[in-house]
């Protein structure tokens, strides 16, 4: 027998669980508080703040939204979304047998069935089958929802307690193992339903009654469930319809501004047509200045009406193409009226039809009818909104359509006005050269005119010839307005005037004066004007450099020169002390520095020896600075135009040595060239080695060699010696005279080597140190600066010491920002960078005082400036404690540029700066404990540098051992051995270890030995591609790299847009081929093309200067038929068969740097076995490919193979094949 269980009141008397089943009337509502589907979910998909309709479908998925809208559950929609209800109705309840979890988010296991307590009242899900239930009824049975519910309190109450006590004391305790509080299996049993209450049997009438309201509930609750499905859809109808107009708001924006671009597209191409009209008018009167053309009165007539009527026609093809392009504008903006009017009217709501639903309705079910017309007016709506998503829809669709068809015309129209454009450009080129040879003409017409005038006048008047003027045809005179205006003096040398009296020949030993122009120079030796003292030029003040502290030494310096048993000078002086300036014009004049005509042993011709002072210094700007300051110094100063000198410099790219130079600054990379064109430096009566502190890989091997010479008995010299003086501010002595030790005079046994110590003339300079590590570099490093500039009375410039290229572009540009909001009365800033691949005339402008007053110079430089030159005015350094060196892994093959502390000698060096010409200040951005942890020097390039070059100049040299060559500090071993098989694999060295024919070729190409091999095989007819691999190898070697690096997310996809024309699916390598290309056949504005495309414009001026300098070499070495045609020339991409012999080319040089692809998707090296990582700024950055050739091998925070190109597995055996 089925029972019904009741529960028991709490502490006020009332059961809560009992008032909220029995308490509520039979009319009343359902409340909104215990329907889940009343209110949404803390997750709803449907409510209006989660913006359903305008969620991307990956945001969806995100937020665990599911497909379609659900079924009206209370719970989430990830809830039940199992596979049973995706295959039902969507919108219904989910099927019987959905007992995962339910609904009401309450397990069974815990509050009874799903019919009980906290359960849904209208979830089906609780039960297993709603036609299969308990005769209890079809709510289920639970702790406090039995059957026989009856919305009449007194009469449930009455069924409830009658004969309770009686029937308590009868009840029999069930058996089985309890299930829950509530004893939810008892129905299955047919037995009691729960420990709580008494049972009886229930009535046929009880029953049904029952059985009508389980179904009156199930009608009501389909009935809501409808109903919210319904409006949750015309919410999202009407979304998705806001969302479409909006978007059709936009296109008919867009369409305007489209139109505005069209009208301005016309505007530029009618004014392209004036221009042409203007530039052939003016091209006609230029043609006609010195024309006599008459008018012929038959045709004059009828070409003037032709010209009227072009002009009409041209006014009207104007006037029609405006219009036309106004009514295309006006068609648009009716057409969107149009649309939106459309819309409006068919998302107007329609009146439906009101139906009879009694014979539908159940007994006493009110508030039926209203949720049926509830939800055909929702039905209604919806079909409103649809209808009008599907005209918003075909609206976009033709909006679209047509503006696409506009943007097509506005693109050949651009093209269009960019083609008239360019011509008329090119017109206008023409017309100016075509007046530049109209001016000649004219003037020579005049010349010509002139002279028929005069020879005449001279026929008639022989007898008494009369005055006239005197007419100008010096091709040095320019004509303006019928006058010659003569430029002598400001283009050219003046003209030697004519000679009258012979004069004595000159002597035969050149006077130290400066020299004259060429002018002077070529007169005969009977001018007159000779005898005449040379014109001076105005040197600096020679009091100022007497007062230098070398000039007290000037005498020691000059007699141990002289001493023929001493052919080294170690010469010790400190910063400030003159040395690089004042040595050489010391030694310049004395009797040993002549230029002698001696004979050599094979040779039975005389050759000159002697004559020349080098001085080596370690970068192109300490060169050339020096040289300038020298120049000016002896009253030679360099410039153009001056063929004649005292003073010359020799550095990469820039080759100025005038005639009569007997003082050469060079770099010490210049003075190797030169070793190997001439081994025993027959120009040179001394080499001065400066800074060799520094121990740079060039100045120890330069060292080596001259030790080599000093060893020799110099025959090849003709028994003339060489004499070295060794320079340095902190050089230390004992190592350089063990180095010379072995190097004995022929007359004695001491040692020629002497050491003379030079007090400087240093100013103090207050040092000051951070008290604690700084986090942020660059931050301090301007607070530091702004800190100076504001507290620190002028004069005194500022020099700031930092790693790179990148760091002091960076700084520069954040302290001319700051410096535009400071204060009127405070001083200007003017900034200067100074680094080694910087321009010469940029380098130059650092040196030079700031010309605008009340303005303080700041100089940002790397560690450059660190010796050797002097920046004027500079009282303040800013030292940041880093300085970037390369180190080489021989045993990885791999290179790092790292930013590393400086040494203590660096540091020195630099506080030195300070106090050049006053007292001074320094401020070190790192702690005093820091400097004293410092290492005493930097270790020498050599041991830390790859010697691949270092040991090609040696056996180009005639170097057999290298491994006995003399070095101050040798290498591993290890690293000349790699270093060696390298070369015999790049075919420079023979078998037996031999230069070859390749390998001295390969030494007198000014770029690496890699990059040299290749050049070498692009001349053979297999691959013939010498042009374009100069090209290439211009980008590579013009410094860092030549396209900039952003930082932003937008500047890179803006940069990724504006490179895709220069990219190439092949790699780097192609792609610099590309870029060079398109650069040179620029022929506007190459600034600007660099600019628009994140180039780095200095590099690419570099590259063009490198790209000049092989192109003559290879002239030279025949591997060029003939000069490549000048630039600009049109661009004509590489055909991919072309690029494939390229990259093969490529691999002569670097088979040994390829890494194939590893099943994991890395690369492995082939040669060593180790894994890399393609740079991120390689374009194949991401990109799986079959092999990949890197021509750079660098570790910074991991190992990266840079300048990279794809190639095939195969192409690598190819390579290797035979070697």
Known sequence: MKKFGFGKKSDDGDDANRNALFSRKKSSQSPASSNPYAKPGGNDPYADEAKYANMTPYQQARSGLGGPPGGGQGGPPSQHSSQSSQQSNPYGAPPGGHNSQPPSGYGADRYGSGGGYGGNRYDNAGTQDRHNAPAGGARGPGGYGGFGRSDEPDNNRDALFAGAPERQAQKQPPTGPPNGAYGQQSGADGGSYGGYGESRELTAEEQEEAEYQAILAEKRGIQQESAQSVNRSVQMARQANEVGRATLARLGAQGERLNNTEKHLDLAANQNKIAQDRAAELKTLNRSMFAVHVGNPFTSKSRQLKADEDVLNRHRSERDARESTRRDGFNANQRMESNFKDIDQSGQRRQPRKKDYGKFNLDDEEGADELEDQIDDGLDELSGQVSMMNMVGRAIGKEVDAQNKQIDRLMNKSNDVDDATRMNRERLARIKHLSWQNDNIGQRRRIITSSSHNKMASENNSAHPAKRRKTRTDPNALTIGGKAISLEGYLTAPAPKPAKKAVASEPATPAPTPQTNDAVATTVKGDANASRPKKSFPSRDSDKTRKLPIWRYRDNIQNAMRKSDSNVLVLVGETGSGKSTQVPQFLYQESWCRRQKVKTPGSDDEVSVGGMIAITQPRRVAATTLAHRVSQEAGTPLGKGRPDGLVGYSVRFDHVVPKGTKIKFL?????????????????????????????????????????????????????????????????????????????????????????????????????????????????????????????????????????????????????????????????????????????????????????????????????????SVTVPGVRYIVDSGKAKLKQYRARLGMESLLAKPISKSSAVQRTGRAGREGPGKCFRLYTEETFKGLQDADLPEILRNDVLGAVLTMKARGIQDVLAFPLMDPPETESIEKALVHLHFLGALNDDGSITAVGEKMARLPISAPLAAVLLAAAKPEFDCVTETIDIISCITSGDDIFLQV????????????????????????????????????????????????????????????????????????????????????????????????????????????????????????????VVAIHPASVLHGQKKEAIMFLEHVYTNKNYAKKVSAIQATWIAEALEGR
């Not at 890989?697 to 090849?716: E, R, T, Y």
């Not at 600019?1091 to 070499?1113: D, V």
């Not at 068969?1137 to 998707?1161: H, I, N, V, W, Y």
Request: net charge neutral; aromatic share 6%; hydrophobic share 40%.
């Open 1047 to 1170: 930082q932003s997310e937008e500047a890179q996809e803006e940069v990724e847009a504006t490179r895709k024309e220069l990219q190439r699916r092949e790699g780097d390598i192609m792609t610099y081929l590309t870029t060079m290309q398109l650069y040179t056949a620029e022929n506007a504005d190459r600034v600007d093309w660099c600019k628009k495309r994140k180039i780095n414009t200095r590099n690419m001026r570099q590259a063009l200067n490198i790209r000049r300098q092989l192109r003559g070499i290879c002239l030279k070495e025949k591997l060029l038929d003939e000069s490549p045609p000048p630039d600009p020339q049109p661009f004509v991409p590489l055909a991919p068969e072309r690029a494939e012999q390229l990259l093969k080319c490529f691999l002569r040089g670097f088979a040994l740097r390829t890494a194939m692809l590893a099943p994991d998707s890395s690369f492995v090296t082939v040669h060593g076995k180790h």
């Open 667 to 867: 770099t010490e990379g210049m003075l190797l060239q030169e070793l190997l064109r001439d081994p025993h430096l027959r120009s040179y009566s001394a080499i001065v080695v400066d800074e060799i502190h520094e121990r740079s890989l060039d100045v120890d091997l330069l060292v080596g060699f001259l030790k080599q010479i000093l060893a020799g008995d110099f025959a090849g010299r003709g028994g003339i010696p060489l004499k070295v003086v060794i320079m340095s501010a902190t050089a230390d002595v004992g190592v350089i005279q063990n180095f010379f030790k072995d190097v004995r005079s022929e007359t004695t046994d001491v040692s020629p080597t002497q050491v003379l110590r030079i007090k400087g003339r240093q100013y103090p300079v207050e040092l000051t140190h951070e008290p604690k590590p700084v986090p942020d570099l660059q931050d301090a490093l301007l607070k530091t600066i702004f800190k100076i500039h504001l507290q620190e009375q002028l004069p005194g410039d500022i020099l700031a010491f930092l790693t790179g290229q990148e760091e002091i572009e960076a700084a520069q540009k954040l302290i001319e920002e700051y410096a535009e909001t400071l204060a009127s009365n405070v001083p200007k800033i003017k900034v200067f960078p100074l680094y080694g691949q910087l321009s010469m005339e940029a380098q130059r402008q650092a040196f030079l005082p700031v010309k605008a007053a009340f303005t303080r110079k700041i100089v940002l430089a790397t560690n450059i400036a660190e010796t």
